[in-house]
């Protein structure tokens, strides 16, 4: 997981890249929020420790055009101009914390702990994401008899109920109930119906 480190003031990006770096974290820093969008297609997936005011726009607005590209990172802001309506922005956007400079000992502890969250929440999003990808990829290999049976399944009904209400044999609906267990990679109903009920959910 790599933390890009986003400020004007090259001192201000050594100093966070040589924190960061010490505590085993990777870091890429960038001098300007239009620099990190030129590249951002380049970039490998992760976090944001952005400067709230740099020349050519926020921390905040570069924020909003990296989540204009459909990515979601989280991020921490720091400022050395701070004021309540901006850290109470910063918040609602999803920071996970608005740190002030210049930087004392005990900032600094804080940024530490606030991008190792960071990085845990990020880890744990892409984990979701992939379990979601996974489930879809399982549900649409189902034939479209599978699902309607699936279907009936999760929602509680007895094999012999799914027999009539689709017209087919009990013997039928036992194959296809069989192939969705394999398919979805499952033991149990239980365990059907919680990932189905998880995968609408997200989706929702």
Same mark, same amino acid.
């Given at each position: ?10 001192? !201000? ?26 590249? #951002? ?12 005011? !740099? ?6 607005? %570069? +924020? ?11 991020? @921490? ?8 309506? !901006?850290?109470?922005? &910063? !918040? ?5 914390? +608005? @740190? ?33 990808? #996974? ?22 009904? %007895? ?8 017209? @087919? ?29 998880? &995968? ?5």
């Amino acid at each position: 997981m790599v933390v890009f480190v986003v400020d004007d003031d090259e001192g !201000m990006r050594r100093s966070l890249s040589f924190v960061l770096s010490k505590a085993g974290i990777e870091t890429r820093c960038f001098s300007s929020g239009s620099q990190l969008l030129q590249e #951002w297609d380049d970039l490998t997936p992760g976090c944001l420790v952005v400067d709230f005011l !740099m020349p050519d726009m926020t921390g905040l607005q %570069l +924020v909003e055009h990296v989540r204009a590209r459909g990515v979601m990172t989280p991020f @921490i802001l720091v400022t050395g101009h701070g004021t309540v309506t !901006m850290a109470v922005q &910063a !918040m609602k956007m999803g920071a996970v914390t +608005v @740190i002030e400079k210049p930087f004392h000992h005990d900032h600094l502890l804080d940024l530490l702990e606030s991008v190792r969250a960071m990085i845990s929440q990020t880890e744990l999003q892409r984990q979701l994401i992939s379990e979601e990808e #996974w489930v879809i990829d399982r549900i649409n290999s189902l034939t479209s008899r599978e699902s309607e049976v699936m279907e009936l399944v999760v929602r509680g009904d %007895l094999t012999k109920q799914i027999a009539k209400q689709l017209g @087919i044999s009990t013997k039928t609906v036992e194959v296809h109930r069989s192939n969705i267990t394999k398919k979805m990679g499952v033991q149990s109903v239980a365990q059907l119906v919680k990932i189905v009920v998880s &995968a609408k959910l997200r989706s929702n």
